[in-house]
């Protein structure tokens, strides 16, 4: 089997029996599709190589300088690949069984304190009074864009989960959004009073502009999938960063997903609960977070132990 249809035919089993995004395939497709072109260029094909050869993409990647989460993200999606090979009986052995994992270095995500939140929040709502033009579009891209971060700050969606809301969440009963995440997997996330706000500013102009009144996404757009790209809302997010002070490198919608996070542990939210609320499957995904808990334990110790220092 060439390298090229193999690729098609796993990308093709992950979308219809396991429902993976489309972030996920361009992910799987970017990561195969590089170690294919390296494999053919040692004169083999991605589903016939050996161990040695998967072993050595990765030892290329580390002399490249990749980082270790991305090298251990191409032999995910290899592991993935060649696991599915052999369940359909192409191979009869998995290549990358006796491959490790490159050590991850565990960093802390960046985050935002909630005076620089506050700041941005403050800002948004600021140039929406300045933006009276309602004609020439600033009025509307302001009312989205302070829609898009109240409501980002106030449930910790995953971008692509956030600019993809259909209309009909806050439409019914908006305390509340039900959000498709990875895997299709569903879950409630309550939204503040503000964020509802927000959605229902945004959303009274919205319904008077012929082009997006009748779309069935919240944040419709004139482009392929109908809603805004993440791209769009990434890049207007920065330029209100510029504005209010914060580095285009300090800020992204991620960034804010984290501070979501991070500003409930600090507050004394328990770990379990974020879990859900951020969607993650796992708890060890949402343990990166346990610096957090840690420094309040530690604080609390400090401040009402009658031993302490």
Known sequence: MRSDTAIETFLEMMSAERGAAENTLQ?????????????????????????????AILDDMA???????????????????????????LRSDDPTGIIDAPKKRQSLPKVLSEKQVSQLLELSEAEIQQSNDEESGNHFRALRLHALLET????????????????????????????????????????????????????????????????????PAQSETGYLARQVFARELKSLGARSGIPASALSPHILRHAFASHLLQNGADLRSVQQLLGHSDISTTQIYTHILEERLHKLVNEHHPLAD
């Open 27 to 55: 992910s799987y497709r970017h990561d195969l599709e590089a170690a294919a072109e390296f494999i053919a260029a040692k004169g083999s094909s991605l589903p016939h190589a050996t161990a040695v050869e998967i072993q």
């Open 63 to 89: 002399r490249q300088g990749f980082a270790s989460t991305t090298q251990a993200r191409r032999l995910s999606a290899l592991k993935q690949f060649y696991k599915f090979l052999y369940t359909e009986g």
């Open 152 to 219: 980002l700050y106030a449930t910790g969606l995953r971008v692509s989960e956030l600019v993809s809301l259909p209309a009909s969440v806050i439409r019914t009963d908006h305390r509340f959004l039900m959000v498709r995440g990875k895997g299709g997997k569903e879950r409630l996330v309550p939204l503040s009073g503000k964020a509802r706000a927000a959605l229902q500013n945004y959303l009274a102009l919205r319904d008077t502009i012929p082009a997006y009144a009748e779309s069935i996404w919240l944040f």
